[in-house]
């Protein structure tokens, strides 16, 4: 299932109807519940409430290196770019790599496999290190 159908799947039901048990952990999709149809529970929380939750559990994921785990949790709370993130650390591959300059120590973002590249505020060239190019 693609990203964008994931999402608009999740956009479809209203943030009222989404609930979370508690104690099993279970999605709830039914109006103002009293109890966990589940487990019977009546520790209920919005799923809103419990993104600090799951932030925390997937910080535990990305420690343990467990990073399509927290991948797939960050999905669940509708956070797709920390979900790309997290795949790309997976992967060995990062989305984006910005070197500094050595002439004039500004910033700059790395476009292309270029092993030279021109820095774009003091207009001087400069060599990138090929294990920064792997990177890519």
Avoid: W
Wanted: glycine share 2%; charged share 35%; aromatic share 2%.
């Amino acid at each position: 299932m693609s990203e964008a159908s994931k999402k608009n799947k999740v956009s479809e039901r209203p943030d009222s109807l989404i609930m979370k048990c508690n104690d099993c952990r279970e999605e709830i999709l039914q109006k103002d519940p009293q109890k966990c149809p589940y487990c019977g529970s009546a520790n209920l929380i919005s799923k809103k409430d419990d993104v600090p939750n799951i932030i925390a559990e997937i910080e535990q994921l990305k420690k343990a290196g467990k990073y399509e785990e927290a991948a797939l949790k960050y999905e669940e709370i509708e956070m797709l770019d920390k979900a790309k993130e997290c795949r790309n650390i997976n992967t060995g591959k990062v989305s984006a790599i910005s070197m500094e300059c050595p002439h004039c120590g500004k910033s700059q973002p790395l476009s292309s496999k270029n092993n030279e590249v021109t820095c774009k505020h003091c207009s001087k060239n400069y060599l990138i290190p090929k294990k920064v190019l792997d990177l890519l």
